[in-house]
């Protein structure tokens, strides 16, 4: 109990004075029981490629879903090939007021006909574009059968589709630059201003529309008949596109004007001027492939233990798995900190600015039930993405040395001291975070490795 308290209680000095010596913080804390400050690097540890789980998409007991995904289809020989496609589901509008369904004019009006349907999805301007591509040949597929919302979905969710392609078009252009949601903002007179956002536009084919027009009001009485004459689309990329495309269909910020959804183009029941009918979108399900098969992931992925060269790749993707064959040499002393450095490599060929490095990496672990949970140390400081001491702290973020090299430094202290102690297994894993929406790759050195191989370093305090 000494050791834990006395790390807790150093770590907290740590983050609060900024202080960058291990061996000196926390020292009083130790009183009659120090006997020795010591520091090692010689801690044999081994590196391999692994898969990482898929990630949880929609948790159905609380109705939340992943706020953002990315779309696209990225293939090369370092990564792989790694296909993002989403599945939508719109729902019926609500009235605020009342809850109730807002059944659209079009429907209760036979006379009234739909001129267009597009789907919009705004683009998330904060990491939009990961690779250099901008154009996203697409396919709009819909679903053969309404989706299961009562359980919970991950990003390997596969559905059913039915035999009909609903795009119009078959490509898009992606780009940062806001842009008018609809015309009919225009022929109202409305501030345009207020409704530029970026965003993709997936206009629908006529054969849909007509469709659509033969419908009586009952497909708009509720969800369910709704979802019986349009269950939801899989939106799929056809072809490479080079890059991978932040969309996100929830506001980001509160006030925010939510605009995601399928939207029915219509002339105005009483004035004829062009209006339309927002269907919000009820779930967004990602759904990321992929293919190692002759990449250089793939390769390591395969030769299991590697300790020349190891990988990295965010959302579901693979992660690094370190092990600690022998940690018998640390018995008997308090870790004042540990930490593992690991390079990365330029590997020939492969541009890190068209597709950059990830720009955080932390250490997990498997708990009793096998799930990946964040080591100790992330437990006890928090979220690394909400404070830039407590990242800094953590060390997981890319770092030059003097000669311009990247290198991650994530710290594992509190953690190495369990797992010397038998309480936790003395296996960790780097993994590229945010888990959920940073798709990002790296190519690192192992602890074999002939340039800037990895290595641990821990100081400590030696008991009597």
């Known amino acids: 109990m000494t050791k834990y308290l006395f790390f807790a209680a150093a770590a907290l000095i740590l983050l609060q004075s900024a202080c960058t010596d291990p061996i000196t913080v926390g020292s009083d804390l130790l009183a009659g029981d120090r006997a020795e400050l010591g520091q090692t690097v010689d801690i044999t540890f081994t590196t391999r490629v692994v898969p990482d789980d898929s990630l949880l998409t929609y948790d159905a007991s609380s109705n939340s879903a992943v706020g953002t995904f990315n779309f696209g289809h990225l293939s090369d020989p370092f990564a792989g090939e790694w296909i993002h496609s989403v599945y939508i589901i719109p729902e019926l509008n609500r009235r605020q007021s009342t809850g109730l369904i807002d059944v659209p004019a079009f429907a209760l009006r036979p006379e009234v006909l739909v ?105 708009f009485e509720s969800d369910t008949t709704f979802w019986e004459f349009l269950a939801g689309f899989q939106l799929e ?107 990365l490599e330029d590997v020939a060929g492969y541009d890190y600015a068209d597709y950059p490095y990830p720009t955080f990496i932390a250490l997990y672990y498997r708990d009793g039930s096998g799930n990946l949970t964040p080591i100790l140390d992330r437990q006890l400081l928090g979220n690394p993405n909400s404070n830039l001491a407590i990242r800094q702290f953590l060390g997981g973020n890319p770092q030059e040395d003097e000669e311009g090299n990247i290198f991650y430094l994530p710290r594992f202290s509190v953690h190495l001291q369990r797992m010397i102690d038998g309480t936790v297994p003395s296996t960790i894993y780097a993994r590229v975070v945010p888990i959920d929406r940073d798709p990002s790759r790296a190519v690192l050195a192992g602890p074999e490795a002939s340039v800037r191989p990895a290595t641990v370093k821990v100081t400590f305090t030696k008991l009597d």
Not at 320 to 332: A, G, K, M, V, W
């Open 237 to 343: 990329p056809t072809e490479v596109t080079n890059a991978l495309l932040k969309l996100q269909p929830l506001p980001a910020r509160a006030g925010e004007i939510p605009f995601a959804g399928l939207y029915f183009f219509y002339p105005d029941t009483l004035d004829q001027r062009p209006t339309f009918y927002r269907a919000p979108l009820s779930l967004s399900l990602p759904r990321y492939e992929r293919n190692y098969a002759g990449s250089l992931a793939g390769d390591l992925l395969l030769q299991g233990v590697n300790n020349e060269r190891t990988f990295l790749g965010g959302q579901a993707s693979l992660m690094t798995e370190i092990n600690f064959p022998d940690l018998t040499s640390l018995e008997d002393v308090v870790i004042n900190q540990a930490e593992i450095k690991l390079y």
């Open 115 to 219: 001129d267009s349907v597009v789907l919009l999805l705004p683009i998330d301007t904060a990491q939009a574009l990961y690779g250099p591509g901008r154009l996203f040949p697409y396919r709009l597929n819909q679903l053969a059968g309404a989706v299961d919302q009562s359980r919970d979905y991950d990003s390997n969710v596969s559905f059913p589709r039915g035999f009909n392609e609903l795009n119009r078009e078959n490509v898009f252009l992606a780009t940062r630059e806001p842009r008018l949601l609809y015309d009919t903002i225009i022929a109202r007179g409305a501030d345009s201003s207020r409704y530029n956002f970026p965003h993709v536009r997936i206009p629908l084919d006529q054969q849909f529309v007509d469709q659509l027009n033969l419908r009586d009001a009952s497909t």
